[in-house]
């Protein structure tokens, strides 16, 4: 859904619809973009974004579920300063070393919450969620560490901050390489 022709998207949607196939599914890679990206309407950032709005818009007109994903404590491009940075010790899969923000830091979880807020306002409405512990995502220093009980503790806030905004969203839980 990055480049093709929207058009494409859309069509193949519908072909979806048709197959039996019930929800789109996106994710808002924050790491692309610079925090205040959404002030240039112009930028890559608010392009993807329109692009999403309008898979969505597709989506819902064939009676469709959409729903975005999200790893838990993923920041902007270069967001975090320093001392907000996730360690890197319990990475799994990729990870973007200068976007993933500690939770437990002083002001972590603030950032957390108001990087997910500024999203999911950017994103519309959605009618599901999924909250994603690893890929980029978590952090090994001796607060958050076991990530997997760290994640647990934390979903509830971000699910807050989902509901706010969508007050019937169902949310999932992903346990993605849970050990």
Excluded at 130 to 153: E, Y
């Amino acid at each position: 859904y990055e480049t093709a022709p929207v058009e494409e998207i859309e069509a193949y949607i519908e072909d979806m619809a048709f197959w039996g196939l019930n929800a789109v599914w996106t994710w808002f890679d924050m790491n692309w973009y610079p925090e205040g990206f959404w002030e240039d309407p112009q930028s890559k950032g608010m392009e993807i974004l329109r692009r999403i709005r309008r898979a969505y818009d597709k989506a819902r007109s064939l009676g469709l579920t959409v729903g975005l994903t999200a790893i838990a404590n993923e920041g902007f491009k270069a967001q975090p300063p320093k001392e907000l940075l996730a360690d890197m010790s319990e990475k799994r899969g990729g990870y973007y070393p200068e976007s993933t923000i500690c939770p437990s830091k002083p002001g972590g979880m603030e950032m957390i919450l108001k990087n997910r807020r500024k999203v999911l306002e950017l994103i519309g409405p959605i009618d599901a969620y999924v909250t994603w512990p690893f890929d980029q995502g978590s952090c090994g220093c001796d607060q958050c560490r076991p990530w997997v009980r760290t994640f647990m503790k934390i979903n509830p806030e971000i699910v807050k901050e989902v509901r706010q905004q969508n007050p019937n969203a169902k949310i999932l839980l992903s346990t993605w390489m849970f050990t």
